[in-house]
């Protein structure tokens, strides 16, 4: 069965770093996303990405985040100068239509330390 | 509140007992949605329920939707050790690209 994958599963960085965290969602999937999860607290959504553009951002997601979808396959999470409460679980997703019809398929997510 | 939250916070059941956890929300919303999660893993989707639809199963699993309460129902049936886990009912609001998850309940089945 098709799944969503991530790399890394652990990712370690100093503060102030840039981080790039990869993820190859299901491949007949148009639309893609990124979640994050604090330790110990809800799931919260960054953003949605359909055809090439942001749909959609939280809050959360200011200009030290962006996404990519720099090839077919790669979905791409860029945070440029990491701060110790970006320490975090990030899961990425994918679905084939949009969440307000169609199950989103969760990886198993990466882990950030902010050090 | 925040849309979706959950009730209870944790919940500790014996094996073979049903276990019943209830989700509210405060917006219109397109879908409602059930997801499992095991301890610092991925988040595994249970089910899906429109906003046209009341209820909805899935071997185990029961959902309940009632728009006018703004409120939605997992029941897992016959519960196993092995259904452990943290349980996150999420809302997408009507016309939205965003999931909103609530905080969780923590089923824990004692064997």
């Known amino acids: 069965e098709p799944e969503v994958t991530q790399t890394p599963s652990h990712q370690v960085t100093q503060m102030g770093q840039e981080v790039i965290l990869r993820c190859v969602p299901i491949?007949?999937?148009?639309?893609f996303y990124w979640y994050r999860q604090i330790l110990g607290q809800k799931v919260e959504f960054l953003v949605s990405f359909y055809n090439n553009e942001i749909s959609e951002k939280s809050e959360i997601f200011d200009d030290q985040f962006s996404v990519e979808r720099p090839d077919g396959s790669n979905f791409t999470l860029k945070i440029r100068s990491t701060k110790l409460e970006d320490s975090a679980m990030y899961f990425c997703?994918?679905?084939?239509?949009?969440?307000?019809?169609?199950?989103?398929?969760f990886g198993p997510g990466t882990r950030l330390t902010v050090l | 509140s925040q849309q979706g939250e959950e009730d209870p916070q944790a919940l500790s059941i014996q094996e073979g007992e049903n276990a019943t956890m209830n989700c509210s929300y405060k917006?219109?919303?397109?879908?409602l949605q059930w997801y499992r999660q095991n301890s610092g893993r991925g988040l595994v989707h249970l089910i899906l329920i429109r906003s046209n639809e009341r209820e909805k199963h899935s071997g185990r699993l029961r959902v309940t939707l009632d728009t006018s309460k703004k409120s939605s129902s997992l029941l897992i049936t016959a519960s196993r050790a092995a259904d452990t886990a943290s349980y996150f009912c999420a809302t997408v609001n009507t016309g939205g690209f965003k999931t909103i998850f609530g905080a969780g309940t923590r089923l824990f089945v004692k064997a």
């Open positions: 997703a994918s679905s084939e239509g949009g969440v307000w019809t169609d199950t989103q398929y």
């Open positions: 491949s007949n999937h148009l639309y």
């Open positions: 917006t219109s919303i397109n879908n």
